[in-house]
């Protein structure tokens, strides 16, 4: 048990031969650590002996804590429980106001049961605890995600989840999320909260590598693969034994799908496709085993293109593209030459991919719509506990109103867009994400969403300072989602895009007779 001491027994060690510290309550014996403290000796030494509660957290996250637990003493008399630690605090539910959805902090909700809760208790300590570590190390050095941890959370039945409801969740190794939910009740809102819940670190590069990519490349194969491939190719993915990615983009075709080049036409035994080409910004890419491949078999245009799930082999080459999120995401360049893929490996129809592209980019939208949400939610609680704690002209930054402004915008943003995303996800869960109707929806959730994504990084930066454009430290959280958060703008379908469909899709089903 650690010793008990008053700030009478602190005031002795004053010196810098003797120097302890008190922070949130600990006392600290920082003699020898001043010698080699980031920030100076001397700086440190000015509080020897006293509190230095205040600065520190003017200065440092919490996790500081953690890491120099090694030289604490003691708590203080009278300082109460000792705090958690900050995996801990990472890994229970946020009280500080719009920290968390308002079903989550005493709001009812129509949308959530004691599942969806289960659930998120599961899935939050799995990615605080056994993955945090990891994903920050990933993300800060450019290193590919483990297979050891995505096999962890496969056995979870994660990978499972994050494709949505379906039979497949049966093939999850252990059930879902240790038994939180049956595979049966799992809905969008289960989906919602998993995916959620993986953001928390703010390591995107990291997150996608690990589990983004496969969420956005098996729904294909879970929906319109033959029935060989979900019996033979679904269930290692599933486990986390193998990974799978989309492979629609080239530099010839972005937002412009039908104008895609890769081609594929059949060898001289009519058995096999030879596929030549190349496809661009394809997350994972680096670490897949098979892709979910977009190729000209036919005409040009929408009509002529086909699915194709190809097996990594020497005839396809991946070569990583360094983006504004860390390489941990394994975004990669491929190159296929001669590439010899059996004709059953074709998913749906030849000449009938176009309708698939279109249909999977549903989920894809909506699945990137939640988790920008999830990020954008985590740096607006990191800057309104920094507009609270930091003290600038004698008082807390909260008190400025220009500051207040700020994250009013901020939490209006957040519940706006998270009002839409629960509106279409229990629509969703009706009619499923693949009609047009659900579809130009979500379309307007993802534009909506990137746009507010937009005034959360600008308000933050502002709010935090030379911390929120530094690399590390107070404000990583928010210096990560500012250079990162133009991304989801891009990717799965422009912001121009999405603006567009959404309104072609009114005036489409704009009544016939309606008139001022």
């Known amino acids: 048990m650690a010793a008990t001491l008053t700030m009478e027994e602190v005031a002795k060690h004053s010196t810098p031969q003797d120097a302890w510290i008190v922070v949130n309550g600990d006392v600290y014996d920082v003699t020898k650590f ?20 205040e600065d520190f957290f003017g200065l440092h996250r919490l996790e ?15 300082a109460g429980e000792t705090p958690k630690t900050s995996s801990e605090v990472l890994a229970t539910l946020s009280h500080v106001p719009f920290a968390e959805p308002s079903h989550e902090q005493g709001f009812k909700s129509p949308y959530f049961q004691e599942s969806h809760a289960a659930l998120r208790k599961v899935v939050r300590e799995f990615f605080c605890k056994e993955a945090l570590e990891e994903a920050l190390d990933c993300e800060a050095n450019n290193k590919a995600p483990t297979k050891e941890l995505r096999m962890k959370m ?6 499972a989840m994050v494709q949505g409801p379906g039979e ?25 909260v998993v995916q959620e819940e993986r953001s928390r670190a703010m390591c995107p590069g990291f ?12 729904p294909v ?15 290692p993915i599933i486990r986390g034994e193998q990974t799978v990615v989309l492979a629609i983009s080239e530099a010839f075709a972005g937002s412009d799908v039908a104008a895609l080049r890769t081609t594929a036409v059949f060898d001289a035994s009519g058995e096999n496709y030879i596929v030549n080409g190349t496809k661009k910004w394809i997350t994972g890419g680096m670490y897949a085993d098979w892709f979910v491949t977009a190729l000209r078999t036919g005409k040009a245009g929408a009509g002529g293109i086909s699915m194709m799930l190809i097996p990594k082999s020497d005839a396809v080459q991946t070569k990583i593209i360094k983006s504004k999120y860390s390489s941990a995401a394994g975004t990669a360049y491929i190159t296929f030459e001669d590439a010899v893929v059996p004709k059953k490996f074709l998913i749906g129809k030849e000449n009938g991919g176009f309708g698939i592209i279109m249909s999977n980019f549903n989920h894809e939208r909506w699945m990137i719509a939640v988790v920008c949400i999830a990020r954008a939610r985590m740096a607006t609680e990191e800057t309104f506990k920094w507009a609270m704690q930091r003290k600038v002209f004698g008082k807390a930054l909260v008190e400025q109103p220009v500051i207040r402004e700020k994250l009013a915008q901020m939490f209006a943003g957040l519940e706006s867009c998270t009002s839409l995303c629960y509106d279409i996800t229990y629509n969703m869960n009706i009619m499923g994400p693949q009609s047009p109707e659900i579809g130009s929806r979500i379309a307007l959730l993802k534009y909506h969403t990137t746009r507010m994504n937009h005034l959360v990084a600008d308000n933050a930066v502002q709010v935090f300072g030379g911390r929120g454009v530094s690399a590390g430290g107070m404000g990583r959280v928010v210096e990560t989602f500012s250079r990162v958060y133009k991304i989801p703008s891009v ?12 309104v072609r899709q009114a005036i489409k089903n704009y009544p016939k007779h309606a008139r001022l």
């Open 168 to 192: 497949h969740l049966k093939l999850a190794p252990n059930g879902l999320g240790g038994g939180a939910v049956k595979a049966e009740e799992f809905d969008y809102f289960h989906e919602l």
């Open 34 to 53: 001043a010698k080699v403290h980031p920030g100076g000796g001397g700086l440190l030494l000015e509080y020897a002996g006293k509190d230095a509660s």
């Open 207 to 218: 997150e996608d590598g690990l589990d983004g990519a496969v969420s956005i490349g098996l």
């Open 221 to 235: 194969v879970l929906k319109y693969g033959a029935d060989w491939m979900k019996k033979e190719i679904v269930p």
């Open 64 to 78: 500081v804590l953690d890491k120099y637990a090694r030289l604490k003493k003691g708590r203080l008399q009278g």
């Open 154 to 159: 496969a056995s979870l039945g994660i990978v």
């Open 491 to 502: 990717y799965g379908g422009s912001e121009e895009i999405m603006a567009d469909l959404a």
